[in-house]
C-alpha cells in the first residue's frame, strides 16, 4: 500500500511562492505517475498538475499554467510542487496523488492520496 505525505502549506502573502513536498512510501516513486490536487472550501476537488512516471511531461491546468512547477526526485521518494506569484483565488487544501496509470491524474482518478496540507493566499 503506497502512502503519501505532503508538507509545505502555510500561510503566504499574494505574490509569494510555496513549495509543496509529498514524501511517498510503501513502493518505489519510480513505479508511479504523480499528481497534485487541491479543494477550496464550497468547491469541489480539481486537478492542478500531473507528471508522468519518468517525470518527461508534466501537464498543468489553465489556473497553475506559468506560476507552478512540478518536478520529482525519485532517490528521495518525493515530488514536487513549486508555486510562484501565488493568489488570494490558490487558497485551498493541496493534495498530492498518485497512479501506476499515466493517465489516471489527467482522468482526475488516481488510486492514491495524501491527506492534504492547508495553503492560504492572504495579505
Known amino acids: 500500500q503506497l502512502q503519501l505525505v505532503e508538507s509545505g502549506g502555510g500561510l503566504v502573502q499574494p505574490g509569494g511562492s510555496l513549495r509543496l513536498s509529498c514524501v511517498v512510501s510503501?513502493?518505489?516513486?519510480?513505479?508511479?505517475?504523480v499528481g497534485w490536487f487541491r479543494q477550496a472550501p464550497g468547491k469541489e476537488r480539481e486537478r492542478v498538475s500531473c507528471?508522468?512516471?519518468?517525470?518527461?511531461?508534466?501537464d498543468y491546468t489553465d489556473a497553475a499554467k506559468g506560476r507552478f512547477n512540478i518536478s520529482r526526485d525519485d532517490a528521495k521518494n518525493t515530488f514536487y510542487l513549486q508555486m510562484n506569484s501565488l493568489k488570494v483565488e490558490d487558497t485551498a487544501v493541496y493534495f498530492c496523488?498518485?497512479?501506476?496509470?499515466?493517465?489516471?491524474?489527467?482522468?482526475?482518478?488516481?488510486?492514491?492520496w495524501g491527506k492534504g496540507t492547508q495553503v492560504t493566499v492572504s495579505s
Open positions: 510503501g513502493d518505489p516513486l519510480g513505479h508511479y505517475a
Open positions: 496523488a498518485a497512479d501506476k496509470s499515466d493517465f489516471a491524474c489527467l482522468m482526475n482518478d488516481v488510486d492514491y
Open positions: 507528471l508522468n512516471n519518468y517525470g518527461t511531461v508534466p
